[in-house]
């Protein structure tokens, strides 16, 4: 399967939380998400990856003191995937239940 085009990645786009952002040039989608404190951020951090492993899809997380950063992209299509932004919106829906 090839990689979405720019204009479907653009499009899907609007399915999430304003604050994900595009990079269709090297094709990933990311977002961070803020905490008061470490240890809510590694709760968010451990969620996530109960997502990723039910999903067999896992982001590049990036976490800090109290924030993690969540990148989506599908290496083997060298690209952004369909799963990519349903796995997304399941980050935004626990975020909204945080």
């Known amino acids: 399967m090839p990689p979405l085009s720019a204009d ?4 899907l786009m609007h399915s999430l939380d304003g604050a994900w952002k595009l990079d269709t040039e090297r094709g ?5 998400f803020e905490f008061p404190a470490y240890s809510r951020t590694i709760a ?4 996530i990856a109960w997502i990723a ?7 590049e997380l990036t976490v800090k003191y109290g924030s993690c950063n ?5 290496t ?3 690209g952004l ?7 997304a919106a399941k980050i935004d829906r626990l975020a909204q239940e945080l």
């Not at 968010?44 to 969620?47: G, I, R």
């Open 53 to 59: 492993t039910n999903e067999g899809h896992h982001p």
């Open 44 to 47: 968010f951090t451990n969620a």
């Open 81 to 87: 995937s369909d799963n990519d932004f349903i796995c």
């Open 70 to 74: 969540v990148r989506y992209f599908t």
């Open 76 to 78: 083997a299509i060298a």
């Open 28 to 32: 990933y989608i990311e977002r961070t």
């Open 8 to 11: 479907a990645a653009t499009t």
